[in-house]
């Protein structure tokens, strides 16, 4: 009897697409700026040396437009640049001499938040329910809520290769149905995190186990005390988390149609559409599968957060005596915006955005290397955003259009047409056949942050993660100039990093 052959996984080229061919509006912009004041140039300066300057001038144009450094051109680059030298690069806390508003009984404290620029707009509330309260992130830049679920993974090395592909298929009917049209789901941020273990567990466990009999020289003592010592470098804990975001304007509307919720308040409102929706999804998926372990409350979601921003700090959580806050701190104490990285309480950090996913087929566990194989305190970030059919529909059918009139054109002027353009082509085709069967699309990207207590030790832990992603077949890009957002996108469940969607051209 033949073995079942293995399913593999295959990721296809990023498409490039613009508005001419595949050059974006800032490069049109600066080839035409150039080629108009080189027209000027000329016509002022009617001589062979006006020639020379109108061509100078072409050819930086050009230049800015097209030639890459490190992976984006000058253009790209640009905006970048000019952010960095006009942002205020250091972040310093209001909150700690803002004191704390409390009444006379101390029965109810609160004291003000002062955000970094990274999450303006971001406001943690508590959001009460039959027996306990729910933490929601309102984020009013993008008029979204957002609320995270911590999970648990069951027997992932264990398992055989067909039982990944079958998780893998119910995964994917999740999200499907998460693509249909009229829902309020804006976004799903799953965020896996590896932090350095509490090794005093590990030492209070020993003292309190151990044979008092044995002498402390004993081999065997010490063979015990050199293990825990090893493990203190190289034990981690590792957590997951969903974050489940809505629209806000698409979840009062919905909560116009139940008559129940008139009368509440429109956060209210959009609030119970959330909380709605978070155990409408948790109830697809399969228990075999995963382990919810809750909803997280005000405190838990202050202290993902605050773990994020210092990993080598344990965060106390606060106990909930029933009182539900109004609004939470959770910002850190202190932040400086670096070039390479971003400095926060007492820890520094990098991140990095996932350029490439693999090109080459992989297996369902292609990501193992690195979520599991480097030995540095990290975090990677998927942010999936489901894309409604119709929208579908019309952006792969003006992506079509848009490579045949290029490849016509290319045909016409002599180009040859490079393979990676032909793979480009084949994969529009094929999404166009995948939506005409019935399958949905999602649009996702995905980041990883790592930390480290010193530089030198960031730049060791970032190593061992750039090399478990090459194993994984990725390609991670650091985001220079922008560390902070990049933060924000890969170590935080807040479910941003997705740039609002247009369509293709």
Known sequence: ??????????????EQRGLIGSFRRGQLVCV??????????????????????????????????????????????APVCLRWLTRNRRFRSASVTGGVMSDLAGASTQRPVNLPPCLQGCELLGVPTADSSVGVMRDRRDGALTAVVAIRIRAVGLLPTNEHEARL????????????????IRRLQILQRALPADGDELWRHFLEARDSTVPEEAPLERSYVSLLEQARQATQDHEVLLAFQVDERKALARARRDARSQRL????????????????????????????????????????????????RHVARQANDGGVPAVVDFAPTAADIEWSSYRTDGAIHRSYWISQWPRLPVGPLFLTPLLLGSHAA???????????????????????????????????????????RRRQQSAAVDREEELASGHEEVRFAGFVT????????????????????????????????????????????????????????
């Open 1 to 14: 009897m033949s073995e079942p052959t293995k399913r593999t996984y295959r990721f296809g080229p990023l």
């Open 32 to 77: 035409g700026t150039a080629s108009v004041i080189a027209v000027l140039t000329l016509n002022v300066f009617s001589t062979s040396g006006g020639l020379a300057v109108a061509l100078l001038l072409i050819g930086v144009g050009v230049g800015v437009a097209v030639v890459p450094v490190q992976g984006r051109t000058i253009e790209q680059w």
């Open 169 to 184: 298929a119910r995964w994917g009917d999740v999200l499907a149905g998460m693509a249909r049209n009229g829902l309020p």
């Open 265 to 312: 308040s429109r956060e209210e409102q959009a609030q119970i559409v959330l909380l709605r929706e978070v155990r409408t999804l948790l109830g697809r998926f399969d228990p075999t599968d995963v382990e919810i372990a809750g909803v997280l409350s005000p405190e838990q979601y202050v202290a993902a957060i605050r773990s994020a921003y210092d990993p080598y």
């Open 378 to 420: 990290h975090t990677m970030s998927l942010i999936i955003e489901p894309i409604a059919p119709a929208r579908s529909r019309r952006d792969v059918e003006a992506a079509i259009t848009s490579d045949e009139a290029d490849e016509e054109l290319r045909e016409r002027r002599g180009f040859r047409t490079t393979a990676r």
């Open 450 to 505: 790592v930390s480290g207590r010193t530089s030198i030790e960031l730049d060791e832990a970032c190593e061992r993660v750039e090399q478990a992603a090459q194993q994984a077949h990725l390609e991670l890009e650091p985001l220079w100039g922008e560390q902070d957002a990049g933060f924000v996108h890969g170590a935080l469940p807040v479910a941003r990093g997705l740039a609002d969607h247009h369509s293709l051209l």
